[in-house]
């Protein structure tokens, strides 16, 4: 083997630890007290996004430092990330919360097929998949936020997309009534 792919394999099981770590360490903790505290109502992301990536960028920083403050710089952008990552932990409650939903919504759906379910478990895996980089990302200093309102965006879309299911579930489920009380009554008809 030579030098480079012994290198190169080094790096990779380097990122699978530290992937392991983010997956197994303080997130689950966090996303726990999140969902077992009175904080539930403050994690309806969309409205905190825009304040979320105002505080990510480095205008305040830049101006901080300028006017001869490095250390307050510093605290307030440590005090940020914080912030960045609860954001994160409330914003995977709520996918968390809408999958739940999507998983109640095609149970009671008569056309699920598998390809729905093999789609829910590729947007499962393609958010854990960003989640967890994101994480990585925000936890070693850097500020994407782009990533974050593609994050936010992908709920959102789960979000639409259920609401929409259960519209069409409800109208269904009217039809039906409406057909069952059209027909003489439904199963208690005498004919």
């Known amino acids: 083997m030579n030098y480079s792919a012994a290198v190169f394999v080094s790096i990779a099981v380097l990122l699978l630890l530290a992937m392991a770590w983010l997956a197994f360490s303080g997130t689950r903790r966090r996303v726990d007290l999140v969902r077992n505290g009175c904080r539930e109502q403050e994690c309806l992301h969309i409205s905190h996004l825009r304040q979320i990536k105002q505080a990510l960028t480095d205008s305040d ?10 250390a307050l710089a510093k605290r307030i952008r440590k005090e940020r990330r914080r912030i960045a990552l609860s954001y994160l932990a409330c914003l995977r409650v709520e ?3 809408v999958l739940h939903l999507a998983r109640m919504v095609a149970a009671t759906s008569p056309n699920v097929a598998v390809a729905q379910e093999v789609h829910g478990l590729r947007v499962n895996l393609e958010f854990s998949y960003r989640y967890y980089w994101l994480y990585f990302r925000l ?10 309102g593609n994050l936010s965006d992908m709920v959102s879309a789960l979000t639409i997309r259920i609401e929409t299911a259960m519209s069409e ?11 069952s009380s059209h027909d003489g009554g439904g199963l208690n008809a005498r004919g």
Do not use: N, T
Not at 61 to 70: S, T
């Open 139 to 148: 936890a070693s200093g850097l500020a994407p936020l782009e990533a974050i």
């Open 169 to 179: 579930l409800g109208e269904r489920a009217v039809l039906g009534a409406e057909l």
């Open 95 to 97: 996918f968390e919360k």
């Open 61 to 70: 920083f830049m101006y901080l430092k300028d006017q001869g403050y490095p």
